[in-house]
């Protein structure tokens, strides 16, 4: 399944866009918690009283501002107002965040994400949970167990890609290469699966999208957007397993290349359904804009979505 990140200006326009994708046939709505930004499962829960079909996603819920007792009744609420099209996706952020806007030590990220995993899971699949963690503690009962919300997680590196194998119904990433995916990631989810004597659970690729047929400017256009991540300490260090010591520098065109999916409607189309066939269990595409008319560009873009979806033959 192949669906889109295309945050909006406020709530009411991101319910709009979430209503255009669906009729153009896009499977599913990606958003990010955290921060100023609107709250994506509120948001969602509204989302789908006015939609039918399309499958809600956060990519990601930070797990330090929200206990996950907390994220175990919103998936409740959800999954009574639209069963089986709401996913969690858990991440712990970075520490420049995290310690900023909420004031808490940034410590030991993945036994972070792995306790809220552990509790989460537990709770929406069996109902009831005695944990006494480092991050998370809790005793609790939640009556309707189980609950249809998936649980996925974010990563980067090879560890939290085995995490992920061992303990997520999937892995979700951001800006990173193709083939770091496919020849790095994927191997590590196997091993974590393997571990823990459980099927591997998806990948969910992370690729941004630039409608252009001149890579110099679809370079250009992506640049933006990739210097961001340069500067993150948990992103150099993925970039560097990638190849790319440099992603600000010298080895910025190649790092484009690897990351981004440009040119013209067709070559992004048979782009993305080739990252499909190779291992991709989903693909998250995150529209980087060009020229003027953004909702024309939007449209053009959900377009090309569906028919990847298509061609890549997932039934949507």
Sequence with gaps: MIGVYVPASDARA??????QCEK?????????????????PTLYAAAAMVTDRIKFVTSITQTWPRHPVALATQAL???SIAPGRFRFGLGASHKAPVETVYGVAYEKPLTNLREYLTVLKRLL????VDYDGTFVKTKNKIPAAPVNVPVMASALRPA?????????????????????????????MR?????????????????PVVLVDNKTQARELAATMLQRYASLANYQGMFAAAGF???????????TDAIVASGTETQVVERLAEIMREGAGEIIAHPIYAGDDKAE???????????????AGVAV
Excluded at 245 to 255: F, M, N, P, Q, Y
């Design 191 to 207: 091993e974590g699966a393997a571990a823990a004597g459980r099927p591997v659970p998806p990948l969910v690729a992370h690729i």
């Design 14 to 19: 991101q319910i709009e866009l979430i209503q």
């Design 245 to 255: 010591d440099d992603v600000a520098g010298e080895d910025r065109i190649a790092a």
């Design 77 to 79: 609420a959800l999954d």
């Design 125 to 128: 699949d069996t109902g009831e």
């Design 297 to 311: 560009y939007e449209r053009r873009f959900f377009d090309v979505v569906a028919a990847a979806n298509k061609e």
């Design 24 to 40: 153009q046939g896009v499977p599913s709505f990606w958003l990010t918690t955290g921060g100023s930004a609107p709250d994506a």
């Design 160 to 188: 939290s890609f085995r995490l992920c194998g061992e303990l997520a119904d999937g892995a979700i990433s951001w800006v990173s290469p193709w083939n770091y995916l496919r020849d790095v990631a994927l191997p590590a």
